[in-house]
């Protein structure tokens, strides 16, 4: 009985001792030293990818948001599940595509739809926008509704209204989009992008600054 009793008695602190020691090395020296190392190497990709301007954060480079006035450069459409009445900005984080097959006639109605709606809003006196000209990702959502990317193609789509509202010469707002325009990962990996939020606050420095 006795030796039953020392037995569990050992069993239970040897259990309990290896609580203590796995908490401690799992709960805390673990993500201390994982967090220490991120913050050390990899800071700005630990910290979400922030992106500020005037000394605060406005986004991130991984995030694409909705709401620009058509003075500024436009995203991609969120038609999925990344924009709703009460997400518009993406203050709460809703991902996810429009599941609708490429035959599927709202989609093929949504697409009809914006393809006029960018060659009416980037047609401006001197320059006018083809049907043509438009390229896809101007008028479908990414995968999840949250690509903070868009092609250089519909960058330079939106270059000379852009100037127009903005009483930038054409040149200028061009070098813009050039010089944010960042060309395929090692050279081979994805396509060339630009980041619309970036552009943004480049083109409101821009505005500021002339």
């Given at each position: 009985m006795n030796n039953s009793v020392t037995n569990t008695a050992r069993l239970l602190g040897a259990g309990l001792r290896a609580l203590l020691v796995l908490t401690l090395v799992t709960g805390v020296i673990y993500p201390l030293a994982v967090t220490g190392i991120a913050q050390g190497l990899f800071s700005d990709k630990a910290n979400g990818s922030e992106i500020k301007s005037d000394g605060r954060v406005v986004g991130s480079s991984l995030i694409g948001q909705q709401?620009?006035?058509?003075?500024?450069?436009?995203?991609?459409?969120?038609?999925g599940l990344g924009e709703n009445s009460v997400n518009t900005q993406y203050k709460l984080i809703?991902?996810?595509?429009?599941?609708?097959?490429?035959?599927n006639p709202e989609l093929i109605k949504w697409v009809k739809e914006a393809k006029a709606k960018v060659v009416r809003e980037n047609s401006v006196p001197g320059y006018t926008v083809r049907p043509s000209q438009v390229p896809a990702d101007a008028v479908t959502s990414s995968g999840s509704g949250l690509d903070p990317d868009i092609s250089p193609a519909y960058a330079e789509l939106q270059v000379h209204r852009v100037a127009d509202r903005?009483?930038?010469?054409?040149?200028?707002?061009?070098k813009l989009v050039e010089d944010h325009t960042e060309k395929r990962t090692l050279g081979f990996i994805g396509e060339p992008r630009v980041n619309v939020l970036e552009l943004n606050i480049a083109l409101k420095e821009l505005v500021k600054g002339s």
């Open positions: 709401g620009y006035g058509l003075d500024y450069f436009q995203p991609r459409p969120a038609n809703l991902s996810g595509a429009t599941n609708r097959s490429g035959d903005n009483d930038l010469p054409v040149a200028q707002v061009e």
